[in-house]
């Protein structure tokens, strides 16, 4: 197993704090121990808009020099509108992050069944306003509708993907996947071998190691890529020990995820590293410096994880 780091850890917003600009990160990554990067597919690091061909073979040259994978490209869309140009505009967009990983050499694009998008406050970013309009978006448009708006697009941006040679991993993100099933069902339904899985196990519904061999079991060999998140610090002893938060609920537990993994489908992806809720200290956000310090503990967090197996 190896593990990224995702690139939207280190883009500001989360923390009060600059973007650490993406051929930085490269070293940094490198220096901490991972095994590759994760690029976010918007702004400011990894949006195909900003990223003209010498970009591109900059960023594919950073990782060849640092020894580091490029492991994936994430996606940010929402394919649930009933207006057809909104989701034709969604799909333009991940046709050219589906391009982008072509160019750098990533195997995958995650893409998510709906995503709520992100509004920011002095800098920084919230959900608050974007969660709640995805709920209250489109009035009078059943689940139905939009759980076939959602497959039917999924359906297009997979013939995308395997004309590139590129995979897409759906996320078991909310809203609409509230249960790992619904992911599978998706991909059942699109019956494309360019849509696959990305199973993230802090945001499954339970977190017993039965219920994780449930899950993995169920999902098999489709499983092409995971997350771990949250915030982490030393202790005394040296061991690096993750806190408890939303990004990581009570009972969370990425060892029995893990061992299930090898041992089901002998898994043998990457595991990417994500900062990505607000990084509060108290009512007042963090700032970079607090952010580089969760990216270099999270990954010696993992590998002993791993190396535990």
């Known amino acids: 197993m190896k593990i990224s780091l995702y690139t939207i850890t280190l883009s500001g917003g989360y923390y009060d704090g600059p973007a650490v600009p993406l051929l930085e990160i490269f070293p940094k990554a490198k220096a901490w121990g991972y095994d590759g990067i994760e690029l976010e597919g918007k702004r400011p690091h990894g949006c195909p808009l900003d990223l003209d061909t010498a970009t591109r073979k900059e960023i594919r040259r950073a990782a060849e020099d640092t020894g580091l994978e490029i492991s994936c490209v994430a996606a940010y869309n929402d394919y649930s509108s009933p ?6 505009n969604e799909l333009l967009m991940t046709r050219e992050q589906i391009r982008l990983a072509a160019e750098l050499g990533a195997p995958v694009v995650r893409v998510f069944a709906i995503w709520s998008g992100v509004t920011r406050r002095n800098g920084c970013i919230t959900y608050d306003v974007a969660r709640y309009n995805i709920d209250h978006r489109y009035p009078g448009t059943t689940l139905l509708e939009r759980w076939c708006y959602v497959r039917d697009c999924l359906a297009e941006a997979a013939e995308m993907a395997e004309a590139e040679g590129v995979t897409l991993a759906l996320q078991n993100h909310e809203p609409i996947i509230t249960h790992y099933q619904h992911m599978l069902d998706f991909i059942e339904e699109v019956n494309s071998p ?3 899985a990305c ?13 994780y061999r449930e899950a993995i079991e169920a999902t098999g060999d489709l499983l092409v890529h995971t997350h771990f998140g949250g915030r982490f610090e030393r202790e005394a002893d040296g061991r690096v020990i993750r806190l408890r938060n939303r990004a990581n609920p009570p009972g969370a537990d990425d060892r029995a995820f893990l ?14 590293y994500e900062l990505c809720s607000p990084v509060l200290i108290g009512h007042n956000h963090a700032g970079l410096e607090y952010a580089l310090l969760q990216a270099e503990l999270a990954c010696e967090y993992m590998r002993g994880v791993i190396d535990s197996l």
Do not use: F, Q
Request: charged share 30%.
């Open 83 to 88: 207006i057809e140009e909104h989701r034709e």
């Open 194 to 196: 360019a849509l696959k």
């Open 199 to 211: 199973l993230d196990s802090p945001l499954m519904k339970s977190h017993t190691p039965e219920y």
């Open 259 to 272: 061992k299930a993994a090898k041992e089901i489908v002998n898994y043998s992806g990457h595991i990417g």
